[in-house]
């Protein structure tokens, strides 16, 4: 594949990737910040591949839209497009820990057997009582819109609870075209007031002590830590592109704290 992007900033468009209104929504609103590309090696700005068996081939796209503001250490979305086998859109905003910011995270996945699709303003330190209700005061009435129109994923494992809001909006859904309405309607809606309310944090966080800079830089580290090693992406990746590409990809990209 020969690449038409030159940073972390430029332009992504997949044929056929289903989270394309997704992505131009958080360019948009992020456009308001002063943007500054974030260093991305370029195998990983854009990447081409196939899978699937000799009978069976399938392409598969990978692309990475990052950026950093003065408030933002990282924001990075990872684009995936595998046909039938998997589509996906993995964003996560990694604030610098001078702010009293939670991260947001986006995992939104379509797979053979259906759609895991995951949305949440993810605390940095779930038990301090100022940091939650910094978020959940705000966030408490749009997690009680939305959850009503969204069937439980299901339980998480135990130990990536402490990483998760009690706004947390988790859901699995099946394949099918009143899914596609329902995703570019409802789950569009929810991820844009979700992501509004997290912009506004931003907006109005001031800078913190130094102590408490320290702490949140720990458990931003916890967090970004535990995502490196447990990512559920890997065996996926690593059947698309290979075990050394995707272990950079994870631990130097996409989780590079």
Known sequence: ??????????????PGWQWQIFLDYATKV?????????PVPRQFLEAEGKAGSKSKPFKVQTATWACKTSKLRQVRIACVE????????????????????????????RLPSGYLLALDLQPVLKSDYLHRQLVWESLEPLYQKWKEFL?????????AEQFFSSGFLWTRLPLGEDTDHFINDVIFSAYKDYFDLYLDLVRKADTVSEERSILLLEGQRKYI?????????????SRFYGKEWTEIYLKEVLFDL
């Open 225 to 237: 830590t535990y995502r490196s090693d447990k990512d559920p992406a890997r065996g996926m990746l």
């Open 1 to 14: 594949m020969t690449s038409i992007r030159s940073n972390s900033l430029d332009q992504i468009k997949i």
């Open 151 to 159: 069937p439980s994923g299901g339980p998480i494992p135990l130990e």
């Open 30 to 38: 992020l456009s308001e910040f002063e943007l500054e590309p974030y």
């Open 82 to 109: 595998a046909g039938l086998s998997a589509s996906v859109m993995n964003l996560l905003i990694n604030p610098l820990p001078v702010f009293e910011l939670p991260f947001f995270g986006v995992d939104f996945v």
